[in-house]
C-alpha cells in the first residue's frame, strides 16, 4: 500500500533552516509529484510547493519562494523540503503529499512538527 | 491568493445530512474541475474523500458526496456517523501549479 513517511519533529531557533524527509512506497515514485503543505495552529492547511520527482522540475508558492527548496534523491525514493530563515511564523506541521496524478493530493504523510523558538 | 471560505464548524445528530460550504473563485473553484476534499482526525494523516469535484476513491463511503456550482463547492454527509466526527478541508487547483486550501469545518456529532 502507498505510505509516505516522514521525519521526526524538529525544534529550531530564529533564522535557522529545516530540512524534512518524505519517504515512499507502495507506488512508481518518479511517476507521481509530491506536494509539501503546512498547517499553523489553528488554521487551514497552505499549500508550498511541488516536486515531480521524475525530472526533478519544481513550483512553489510565491509567498516561500527564495526560503524553500524541494528536492529528491530517486534511488531512495525519498522527497525532501527545506525551509530557511525560519521565523516564529513558520511553526507548523508539515506535510508531504502525493499527487493523484489529476491536480489533486492524494496520500498524504503523518505530518512533521516544526518549532521556532529561542 | 486567499484561502477558500469554509463554515467553521457544522454539527448533525446520527443519521442526519450535514453539507459543508467551499466557496472560491472564478479563478480557482470555478475554474477547473480539480477540487478535492479531506478527512482530517487530528494526529492523523488527511484521508483524502473527494476528487474532481465528486469522485470517491476506491474505500471512501458513498455516504460522502462532492458537488459544485459556479464558484462554490459542497461535501455533502449523509447518514452521519460517530467516526465522521473530525475536521474536513476543501482544496482547489488554481492554475499555473498553484494550490489552495480551505480554512477547514469541525463536524461535530451531537
Known amino acids: 500500500q502507498v505510505q509516505l513517511v516522514q521525519s521526526g519533529a524538529e525544534m529550531k531557533k530564529p533564522g535557522a533552516s529545516v530540512k524534512i524527509s518524505c519517504k515512499t512506497s507502495?507506488?512508481?515514485?518518479?511517476?507521481?509529484?509530491i506536494h509539501w503543505v503546512r498547517q499553523a495552529p489553528g488554521q487551514g492547511p497552505e499549500w508550498m510547493g511541488w516536486?515531480?520527482?521524475?525530472?526533478?522540475?519544481?513550483h512553489y508558492s510565491q509567498k516561500f519562494q527564495g526560503r524553500v527548496t524541494i528536492t529528491r534523491d530517486t534511488s531512495a525514493t525519498t522527497a525532501y523540503m527545506e525551509l530557511t530563515n525560519l521565523t516564529s511564523e513558520d511553526r507548523a506541521v508539515y506535510y508531504c503529499?502525493?499527487?493523484?496524478?489529476?491536480?489533486?493530493?492524494?496520500?498524504w504523510g503523518q505530518g512533521t512538527l516544526v518549532t521556532v523558538s529561542s | 491568493q486567499s484561502a477558500l471560505t469554509q463554515p467553521r464548524s457544522v454539527a448533525g445528530s446520527p443519521g442526519q445530512s450535514v453539507t459543508i460550504s467551499c466557496t472560491g473563485t472564478?479563478?480557482?473553484?470555478?475554474?477547473?474541475?480539480?477540487v478535492s476534499w479531506y478527512q482530517h482526525h487530528p494526529g492523523n494523516a488527511p484521508k483524502f474523500l473527494i476528487y474532481?469535484?465528486?469522485k470517491r476513491p476506491s474505500g471512501v463511503p458513498d455516504r460522502f458526496s462532492g458537488s459544485k456550482s459556479g464558484n462554490t463547492a459542497s461535501l455533502t454527509i449523509s447518514g452521519l456517523q460517530s467516526e465522521d466526527e473530525a475536521d474536513y478541508y476543501c482544496?482547489?487547483?488554481?492554475?499555473?501549479?498553484?494550490?489552495?486550501f480551505g480554512g477547514g469545518t469541525k463536524v461535530t456529532v451531537l
Open positions: 516536486l515531480h520527482p521524475g525530472n526533478g522540475n519544481t
Open positions: 507502495g507506488y512508481t515514485f518518479t511517476a507521481y509529484a
Open positions: 472564478s479563478s480557482d473553484v470555478g475554474a477547473y474541475k480539480y
Open positions: 503529499a502525493k499527487d493523484y496524478g489529476g491536480h489533486q493530493l492524494e496520500f
Open positions: 482544496c482547489a487547483y488554481a492554475g499555473g501549479y498553484f494550490w489552495v
Open positions: 474532481h469535484v465528486d
